[in-house]
């Protein structure tokens, strides 16, 4: 079976998470999924686990997520992981998905200078912040990369009655990157930023950056899974796709999610019953 993914998609096939040589007879699945699962270290933690105990490889393209759904759209991948639930279950009505599990949960932070030039540290409330930092035209870094934390990004900044895109004064400013350059780009800046929790635990630049805002419920960070429909997709290799999805939502992969820290914190919460939608 041979697949176009086009040439970001094929240079992320080539990541840490998927680097063991793979023998020619050795079966694999292709998964898009969202950064944040690769620049965390999760698939280096999750992934040779499912390999040990099933003998199937995984090849990860890590993109963002509105990116690791069209790759799906296309057939280009057996299973898409992704973080943004509406785009998730619009997915799967329109028939390119079926079953929607939930994996794992985290949250979002609102991470920021040290001098904090907003006044923000310490709150529980992000719109707030948000309207803030507008106010203040404090230099705020946004991925705008169509990924889960871009649109979650942008709901609040819809919350808190703010269109930053056409805000006057240039302190709104988008990458068009994964979560680690925008941090890096956030650090370089003296810039706020939101991150997924488990990305910001793994980033070592942190520079003058801090965790100004975590806590509201509207930070919740909810992880999906689904099978590319091979009704769409004959390609798609159901049974193996289907063997990943279950192992991730068994107890063993429940426990191998939860077992994954950082300096002792651990990153991702498994969802108790793995349930569908």
Known sequence: M????????????????AAS???????????ASTTSTEESGLFGHLLPAFTNATGIQVHVV???????????????????????????????ERGF?????EVMYNDFV????KNDPAHVEGGA????ALRRIAAAKAPFVARGDDSGTSKAELRL????????KTSQGGWYRDTGSGMGPTLNTAAAMDGYTLSDRGTWLSFRNKQALKIVVEGDRRLFNQYGVMLVNPAKHPEVKQDLGRKFIDWLVSPGGRKSIANYKINGEQLFF????????
């Open 125 to 128: 409330d992000i719109v707030a």
């Open 157 to 164: 900044w819809n919350a808190a009655g703010i269109d930053p």
């Open 270 to 277: 498994p969802d108790a019953n793995g349930g569908s939608s």
């Open 110 to 113: 609102l991470v920021g200078p």
């Open 62 to 92: 890590a993109v963002g997520t509105g990116q690791a759904l069209k790759i799906g759209e296309h057939g280009d991948c057996d299973v898409v992981f992704v973080h943004d639930r509406p785009a998730e279950l619009a997915f799967v």
């Open 2 to 17: 041979s697949r176009w993914v086009g040439p970001l998609a094929a240079a992320c096939l080539c990541l840490p998470a």
């Open 21 to 31: 040589p793979v023998a020619a007879d050795q079966p694999f699945i292709t998964v």
């Open 97 to 101: 998905g079926m079953e929607r599990h």
